[in-house]
């Protein structure tokens, strides 16, 4: 089993259908190698192609028009790139809307309670090839000077990335350009540290880690700030991991203990008991694929395990409630004219078997607007 699946990692809607195919001087750039990839894990490897599913499936969303997302094709494999992206069915493409809208929409909430000038924090579990920082940038301009952005993944998988990024310009660029606004005298701020082989990328503001997050309590994570208000990201990675509880732990107690604020957002399939016939079929798929995985029953579950983690306030909902609650109605028009979907059951099923998870402790200022969201209670 894997700490640390990419971001958009399994299961996702595609997944689940069985449609799988996350120097001195400013701007500098210091390469400290340049060999490409590394060698693969092979206990491990179905869990880090799944990044693989994530990305098509952006990328999918993105072209039919639900989400915009210019570097949705920067990480796509060539086999998926060569084919111009592999078109998802309607119900995949409204699962991927909802559920990047709905985290973009925390996390954007997040930004905005940090007092003006005040440096906050983000690190994403098993990113992958996730764009979010690349996004960030481009559509929150002033989180530009105060934000540093952590992701964390499996070696095999940031090496790609960090290999990928070092060949194009644009989102060089957008790096330097960031580790310059983060300002400073001391020249790590500014510099960009590339290192291919190893998988590395570290900056003043975007650190790219090689971790497996099953030994995370022994790595000692570069440029993580344990001061500073801090948000964590996992979307579909606790699943995977034997013990989910000791990495919360970690996380809440060793690596941003308190009084430090922080908060959580959580993407993960729910498999209700006794089992339904969805998640008894999703279970059969990624056996298909020599994936297993511990799901939790319901949204207490989500919300009773963070509060055991140390988390103060914990909410929870479902993708169908957050599309029906949580979308205005001409954004529902906007999304519902884009294809059509007329498998309204399976839509139902399916996002009925997927949640969102927020839960906070320590911020006083981000609860005044989390705690104010629709949220669902109790068992699924």
């Not at 996004?135 to 002033?142: D, F, K, W």
């Not at 997050?213 to 001061?227: D, F, K, S």
């Not at 809440?252 to 498999?271: D, F, K, N, V, W």
């Not at 927020?358 to 669902?376: E, G, K, N, T």
């Amino acid at each position: 089993m894997s700490s640390s699946s990419s971001s958009a990692a399994i299961p996702n809607l595609s997944t689940v259908r069985g449609r799988g195919t996350r120097g001195r001087g400013r701007g500098g750039l210091r390469r400290a190698g340049n060999s490409g990839g590394a060698a693969p894990v092979n206990k491990d490897l179905p869990i880090q192609q799944t990044d693989q599913d994530a990305s098509v499936a952006r990328l999918s969303a993105v072209q039919t028009g639900y989400l915009e997302d210019e570097f949705a094709g920067c990480f796509v494999p060539a086999a998926g790139a060569r084919a111009g992206g592999e078109r998802r069915m309607p119900v995949i493409n409204r699962g991927t809307y909802v559920r990047t809208t709905t985290l973009d929409h925390l996390l954007t909430l997040f930004l905005a309670a940090s007092p003006p000038f005040q440096p906050s924090q983000i690190i994403s579990l098993g990113a992958g090839s996730d764009t979010r920082f690349f996004r960030l940038l481009l559509q929150n301009p002033a989180s530009k000077p105060t934000v540093i952005y952590h992701e964390l993944d499996f070696r095999a998988i940031t090496s790609q990335k960090v290999k990928t990024i070092s060949q194009n310009p644009r989102l060089l660029s957008i790096i330097r350009g960031h580790a310059e606004a983060m300002g400073g005298d001391g020249e790590a701020q500014v510099e960009v540290e590339v290192d291919v082989e190893n998988g590395s990328l570290y900056s003043g503001g975007y650190n790219i880690h090689p971790v497996d997050l099953r030994e995370l309590a022994t790595v000692q994570l570069r440029n993580v700030n344990p001061h500073i208000p801090t948000l964590i990201i996992s979307e579909c990675l606790l699943c995977y991991l034997p013990t989910p509880p000791t990495l919360l732990t970690h996380l809440t107690s060793t690596l941003i203990p308190s009084p430090t604020p922080l908060t959580m957002l959580i993407y993960e399939p729910l498999s209700p008991h006794p089992p339904t016939p969805f998640s008894l079929t999703m279970t059969s798929n990624l056996s298909l694929r020599n994936l297993s995985l511990t799901l939790l029953p319901s949204l207490r579950a989500q919300t009773d395990r963070l509060h055991t983690a140390g988390f103060a306030n914990a909410n929870a909902a479902d993708v169908q409630f957050l599309w029906e609650k949580w979308t205005s109605p001409e954004e529902k028009r906007r999304v519902a004219a884009l294809e059509m979907l007329d498998e309204l059951e399976e839509w139902f099923l399916m996002a009925r078997h997927y949640c969102v998870v927020w839960a906070w402790r320590d911020d006083p200022l981000l609860a005044a607007s989390w705690a104010a969201l629709p949220a669902q209670e109790g068992p699924v």
